[in-house]
């Protein structure tokens, strides 16, 4: 294992196509290592309610996913869309949620990521990268790459969002305002009944939920809803799984997508079923290469659990 002081790290905002939002960009590589080429500049892209950060560089027992990346030789960046992190708040965030539509749709985020994609290419010269996506943020590199496959090397999916026939656990029904509050320490529960009663013990690290709570209210701006271990997420992403994936309309077609892909997924995944992961994997038929891999005892989280390797360990296989 690499460790965090062989590695340089920084993160800034860069300009969105919007006037007044800025995107935050976090950024990690070796210290000794500046000229990386596409074959070893990735982008990572977050889910639905957590940031970037929140899920890629939480660091457990030691590391985060973006640590292990760069330790292993990847110039790597993670983008928060607006609304995320410490990315710019669209007004509707600031102002009571049942006052708007739901926020940041997932055409407005996959703007953004390509927003973010631009940036890089220009800033390191290049003519593609690799990209990771996660959840909703599969979506949201799934349809970027759908319609920008010259500007993709290849692309990695953890369990990406598809078509359901049946209740997507993250739309608790109801009308949908801008913004939901979600309570992050409340999670862990959720996060446990995914697995079996007798493999809950153990399946999430000690001092790892500690430490990605931490890293996930870090960017929430209102100290009354940190203090309450809560933070607003925005509702585009939900309206979206109402008006595609759970009424049979792909937002975008896998068959579109022309590089190598690799798609991850948990076997205990309640949020993307791998039923859904399947039928996925199926309708990815432009893929000149592509390839599943079904990680053992893991939920949706999996990239913060105990086989999280097993994970990190197939997407670099992948993109090398």
Not at 54 to 64: I, R
């Amino acid at each position: 294992m690499v460790t965090n002081t062989a590695l340089f790290s920084e993160s800034y905002m860069i300009p969105s196509d919007t006037p007044d939002i800025q995107l935050h960009v976090l950024h990690k590589r070796l210290h000794q290592h500046i000229d990386f080429g596409e074959a070893r500049t990735l982008l990572m892209m977050h889910g639905a309610t957590y940031s970037s950060g929140s899920l890629f560089d939480t660091p457990v027992e030691g590391q985060s996913f973006m640590d292990y990346l760069a330790g292993a030789g990847y110039d790597v960046y993670a983008v928060d869309v607006r609304g995320y992190g410490h990315s710019t708040r669209p007004v509707e965030m600031t102002l009571p949620a049942e006052l708007n539509p739901p926020a940041v749709r997932t055409e407005t985020a996959v703007r953004d990521f390509s927003s973010a994609v631009d940036f890089i290419l220009r800033a390191r010269s290049l003519q593609r990268l690799n990209i990771i996506g996660m959840s909703w943020g599969g979506s949201v590199t799934g349809a970027f790459t759908a319609r920008n496959n010259h500007k993709v090397r290849r692309l990695g999916l953890i369990a990406p969002q598809w078509l359901s026939s049946t209740p997507v656990p993250l739309d608790h029904g109801g009308e949908l305002g801008a913004w939901r509050l979600v309570n992050a320490q409340a999670a862990q529960v959720r996060w446990l009944q995914a697995a079996p009663v007798d493999k809950r013990e153990g399946l999430i690290p000690a001092g790892a939920f500690a430490a990605w709570l931490q890293q996930t209210l870090s960017t929430e701006p209102d100290a009354t809803l940190r203090a309450d271990n809560s933070l607003r997420a925005n509702n585009g992403p939900i309206q979206d799984i109402r008006e595609f994936w759970a009424a049979g309309k792909p937002f975008y077609d896998p068959a579109d997508i022309q590089v190598p892909v690799i798609l991850v997924h948990g076997e205990w995944d309640v949020d993307v079923p791998i039923a859904l992961a399947q039928d996925w994997f199926l309708h990815a038929t432009g893929a000149p290469i592509k390839r599943w891999v079904e990680i053992g005892e893991a939920t949706h989280m999996m990239i913060l659990e105990k086989n999280r390797h097993q994970v990190y360990d197939a997407l670099l296989a992948f993109m090398a």
